[in-house]
Structures are given as structure tokens and as C-alpha cells.
């Protein structure tokens, strides 16, 4: 049976090898464009062009020494306020102690952010109308909520890990060498569980933050793999 004595997949019929050509394909962009939402996501973070290791540093661990407030319109929410001189204002005000009396005056600089951060909306539930849910935002930067990493990583493992077992289910019918097979196989599965494991250890050491960046690199060198050598063995590879 196919299962046990894989011919390889270059011998299934063409309307197969179509199919598992496009999921093959499909699943490619899909982790391309995840990549693309890690960039917008986490590049504007150190306020510089380009995604380094102090955006992720920042991301996880946070600033420390720096509020959050500030670390946000010096970072991603930079773009979104109507002036650089409202950003000035605010920093100003959280160098004097960021006190309710001082907020009133303040006000209308965040007048561009309530589209996003007002109370009915609350997007990454931040609120900006009143000087009680800013407050919170004046505490020290500590990076990523634990709550906010957990549903980061729920989410993170329930996408992944049937895309790479499906992945590894078409690679494990080709007519690579099972001592190979079973290296990619373990290797694919290893590397979910570095991509996840290293948010949490840059969440407790900013100094561990480029595992980050190894962690999703060995993601995306397992989907190279397994899309890659499937789609060799579908069409190029000579028949023995």
C-alpha cells in the first residue's frame, strides 16, 4: 500500500498531482504572507525602518524605563497622530509625571487615536478618552502581556501544526530515504515548538529575543523544505 511502500508522487494521476500542486503552492504564499504581517507588525516597533532585533526586544520584553504610552507614539502609533508636535506634547506631559490635572490640556492630541481607541472600539483594548483608562498606559513598558502571548501562541498552534502535519503526510510519500524523511519530519515538528518557545524566553530575557528570529527562520526553512522537495519529487524527479 501507498503508506507503507511509498512509489513516490511523480506516479499518482495528473488530477492529484495538480492538487497537490495548488495546496503545495497555497500554503507557500500563506507563510510568505504571514511573514509579511510579522514585518508590518513588529518593524515600526524601535521606531526605525526595518525589522531588528530591538523591535523584537521591545515587542517581548518591553522598553523598561520607558512607559508604554510613550514607547507606542515613538513606535507603530507614530504615523497615526495628526502632528509630531501632538507627539511632543504627550511625551512632555508623561516627563512631568503624567498627572490627571495636566490631562484635560492634552486632550485634543489624541483626537486621531480615538478612531481606533475610543471606548466603544478599544482596539488592543486601549482606550485614549479619559485620563482613567490612559493612566494604565503610564506604567512601565513590560512588552507583551502574558494574556496577549497566551492567545498569540493558542492561535499560533492551531494554524500551524495541521498545515505542517499535512505537509509532512505528502513529504512522507515521496521517494526520499526514510532515515531523511523521518530528520525532516522531526525537525518540521521542532521547529513550532522553537517558534512559540522563543517568544516566551524573550518575554523573560531581552537579551534571548534573537531567538525570535531563529525560531522563525526554522519555521520557514521546515515550509521550504517540505514544499519544495514535494513538489520535486511530484514533477522533475526521473522515475526509477
Known sequence: MLWQEPTGLGKISTGFKLGLTAFLIVAGIGYLLGFANIWLTYSPVDGKPGLSIADVRIAFYGSRGVTALQKA???PMKEYLASEADGVRIKDWISAGGKESG???LKGAFTSCLACH????????VALEDYAS????LA???GMPISRLVTLSHIHVLATLPLIF???LVFSFS?????FKGAVVVFSFASIVLDIGSWWLAKASGSLAVLVLLGGLCLAAAFLVLIVLSLYDIWLRKAD
Open 175 to 179: 521517494r526520499f530515504g526514510n532515515p
Open 73 to 75: 507614539i515613538d513606535g
Open 103 to 105: 490631562f484635560a490640556d
Open 118 to 125: 475610543s471606548k466603544d472600539v478599544k482596539t488592543a483594548g
Open 134 to 137: 490612559v493612566s494604565p498606559l
Open 166 to 168: 499535512l505537509l509532512c
Open 140 to 142: 512601565q513598558d513590560a
